[in-house]
């Protein structure tokens, strides 16, 4: 499976991306994806995830009503629209792919799945 992220750039605080990762190598729909985000100097963390479906989603605290995660499995893209963004929301953004039974565990650490990640600065 290879995962690609785009659509990383420079915005104002109070102002909106869309990030997309497009996944090949595998049906797409068999598996979960989920966001996370490294600052500088932080660890890596979950933002958000859904289900292979797209029916679920798993946001962490600070984005919720600001972030929304969703998936075309026919398109094998998924998509984080992040509005209202805020400067503590710069950091390097990846997409990442979720083997997953009958649990969908999304705030796991040891997803399968990595995508090279894409940066997202947010200007004061």
């Known amino acids: 499976v290879q995962l690609q992220a785009s659509g990383g750039g420079l915005v104002r605080a109070g102002g909106s991306l869309r990030l997309s990762c497009a996944a090949s190598g595998r049906t797409f729909s068999t598996y979960g994806v989920g966001w996370f985000r490294q600052a500088p100097g932080n660890e890596r963390e979950f933002v958000a995830a859904?289900?292979?479906?797209?029916?679920?989603?798993d946001y962490t605290d600070s984005v919720k009503g600001r972030f929304t995660i969703s998936r075309d499995n026919a398109k094998n893209t998924a998509y984080l629209q992040m509005s209202s963004l805020k400067p503590e929301d710069t950091a390097v953004y990846y997409c990442a792919g979720l083997n997953y039974g009958s649990f969908w565990n999304p705030r796991r650490k040891t997803y399968d799945y990595w995508g090279q990640g894409t940066q997202v600065t947010v200007s004061s």
């Open positions: 859904t289900t292979r479906t797209g029916l679920t989603t």
